[in-house]
């Protein structure tokens, strides 16, 4: 099993996601708001946010880090899962106390730049719903670009929805 880092940099600290994270990202994970486009309803309790935590911890090659600004309480999370060879693929998820102040979008940096020198990753890609604007620009900011849109390619609590797969590549 390969270890997840801490990376650091200006303004912002991914420090390896615990399950003991699961109080702080219930305020992510249990908003219908923050949780609208994830692949199922919010949470309905911190309990089963720990358990969300852990099998996202248990895939594997996933490297899944807590979003602070100092290296303590998870103000989100940013998952990269590598599929398959030099392919990694990233899932992020702000609380809606911590949206808006430049966080997610310095994660996706440092984890990017960590994922193409250090792991060797050619190519990362965010699987985005349509609607979800927020997301959407925060990976074009990221570097990112639309690569493709998929229909009908999720089925969630919203009913089956569509993809925008957006796609950065090794420079």
């Keep these: 099993m390969r270890e997840t880092p801490i990376l650091q940099g200006d303004g912002v600290v991914l420090r390896p996601l615990r399950v003991d994270d699961a109080e702080a990202l219930f ?81 996706v940096m440092l984890a990017s730049a960590y994922a193409f020198e250090t792991m060797g990753l050619h190519r990362l890609v965010a699987d985005i719903d349509p609607d979800n604007s927020g997301s959407l620009n925060l990976f074009l900011r990221a570097g990112f670009h639309r690569e493709a849109l998929l229909k009908q390619n999720w089925r969630t609590h919203l009913g089956l929805r569509d993809t925008v797969l957006m796609a950065k590549f090794m420079s």
């Design 27 to 107: 305020a992510a994970h249990g908003d219908v708001r923050a949780h609208h486009f994830w692949s199922g309803p919010a949470h309905e309790s911190i309990a089963q946010t720990a358990r969300y935590i852990q099998d996202t911890l248990d895939i594997p090659g996933a490297r899944v880090w807590a979003i602070t600004e100092t290296g303590g309480p998870a103000m989100g999370r940013i998952g990269l899962f590598e599929h398959r060879e030099g392919v990694g693929e990233f899932g992020i998820i702000m609380r809606p106390d911590a949206q808006g102040r430049g966080l997610a979008l310095k994660a």
